[in-house]
């Protein structure tokens, strides 16, 4: 009788196969976990910074009104904006705020927790008699957030030398 010789996969074969696909998953199972704790991250900061942006923001809101208010009163009572003097009397009650007579501005800068302010840059309206118009009182110019960078020499490389 003759013999039939099979061959096939042995049991060692199978155990590397196995392994290697166990090795495939736990590796793929990491990725995925670094990925979305990555992004975890970034999210949470991106939510920490949205939240003092929108608090600076409701501060800055509540001053403009406060100028507002101000503005409302010299209009009012027809001072003429020129007049420093009256015009301070008024804007004295306002704490951090900077009028600039020549060009008709004021400015103001509300504080972020992360060394960056909120600035705030309105121009005023005023008639051709130099009074605050009554219905459109001011206009505004600018209103961003800009960031103070002072360690900037740890973390950057000197290319240029």
Not at 59 to 64: F, K
Not at 89 to 116: C, F, H, P, R, T
Request: overall charge positive; glycine content about 4%; some cysteine.
């Amino acid at each position: 009788m003759k013999k039939n010789k099979v061959f096939g996969i042995g049991v060692g074969t199978t155990s590397i196969m196995l392994i290697f696909v166990v090795m495939c998953l736990v590796i793929t199972a990491t990725l995925s976990y670094m990925i979305v704790k990555s992004d975890s991250n970034i999210l949470e900061k991106k939510i920490e910074h949205t939240i003092r942006y929108q608090m600076a923001d409701n501060v800055a809101v509540d001053t403009l009104s406060e100028i507002d208010e101000k503005l409302y009163e010299i209009s009012s009572r027809k001072i003429v904006f020129d007049d420093t003097r009256e015009c301070n009397n008024i804007m004295a009650s306002l704490k951090n705020i900077n009028v600039n007579y020549e060009k008709k501005q004021i400015a103001y800068k509300v504080g972020l927790e992360d060394k960056g302010n909120l600035e705030v840059l309105l121009k005023i309206n005023l008639n051709s008699d130099k009074l605050i118009k009554p219905n459109k009182r001011y206009t505004v110019l600018q209103w961003k957030v800009v960031r103070e960078f002072d360690n900037l020499g740890k973390d950057t490389l000197n290319v240029w030398k």
